[in-house]
């Protein structure tokens, strides 16, 4: 038995946040959404044309993973990669193999610059990040933002499993918008679903999910900066948690004007 088929993806259903009651009015929903989805998906493909030109960014969160279930399933023509920052939880690196053996394909995996990463320690410190939000942004640049840049080069739009709810710098997010960062289309097709609805496609549609929203993250990213929320906590307060929730994104969703 491999090490990723032995693992338990799903063996405590003790976070009652991700096991919403299927309803029929709450499966409803889902459905029409999902629908609205597809067809936001579908039109993209026919307005950007030939394969390749749309990517999808897969953190392997919740909300990514309907993404995944809908573009794999439906065999859309978008690309899906995710990024190694290096510094990411064992259960995320447990999904990416879950999902490669689920949905019997490969993930487009874009990792840091060694040297910039190496850098960054030697003259920083290993966890410099926890020193102030200049040195956390720092670190998010190297990790996240250079590698991002570098998988959407060439692309005419990407795709991300944003959700307007998840915290107080993504109200009002549209479904689709003019990234002037990166210089293309962004959509954010689950911006109007709730966690629940999120949920209830994952427990109606066997996606597999990361095993620690089992354990109270709701948001995950890497190990140092994620930790779990205590009932009636903000859904992202787990994620630099030492900061102003007000501000606190690692760079690869924030508007340039």
């Known amino acids: 038995m491999s090490a990723v088929s032995a693992i338990p993806i799903r063996q ?15 499966l409803a929903r889902v459905a029409a959404k999902s ?5 936001q998906l579908r039109d993209a493909v026919a307005e950007f044309g030939a394969e390749g030109a749309i990517t999808f960014a897969n953190s392997l969160g ?10 794999l399933k439906h065999s859309l023509p ?8 290096g510094r990411l939880p064992v259960e995320t690196y447990d999904l990416m193999g ?18 910039a990463v190496e850098a960054y320690v030697r003259n920083e410190g290993i966890n410099a990040f926890y020193d102030s939000v200049e040195q956390r942004k720092s670190c998010c640049a ?5 590698p991002l840049k570098r998988a959407l080069s060439g692309k005419k739009a990407w795709i991300t ?3 307007a709810a998840q915290s107080p710098t993504r109200t009002g997010l549209p479904t689709r918008e003019f990234d002037a960062g990166n210089g293309l289309e962004k959509l954010n097709p689950l911006s109007d679903w709730s966690e629940a609805e999120v949920w209830a496609y994952i427990r109606s549609k066997d996606v597999p999910y990361s095993a620690l929203h089992e354990q109270f993250y709701p948001s ?19 994620r630099w948690w030492w900061e102003d929730p007000a501000s606190k994104e690692c760079g690869l969703h924030v508007k340039k004007s």
Do not use: W
């Open 35 to 39: 629908e609205a989805v597809l067809k």
């Open 78 to 85: 978008i690309e899906i990669f995710s990024l190694d920052t």
């Open 161 to 163: 499993g944003l959700r």
């Open 98 to 115: 879950k999902v490669e053996q689920h949905y019997d394909t490969r993930l487009k995996v874009f990792f840091p610059d060694a040297a």
């Open 220 to 238: 995950i990213g890497c190990a140092p900066c994620t930790r779990a929320v205590a009932v009636g906590e903000d859904i992202r307060a787990g």
């Open 62 to 71: 919740a909300e990514d993973m309907v993404v995944t279930d809908l573009i």
């Open 142 to 146: 190297i990790r996240k933002i250079e």
């Open 12 to 26: 405590a259903l003790n976070n009652p946040a991700i096991h919403p009651e299927l309803t029929p009015e709450l």
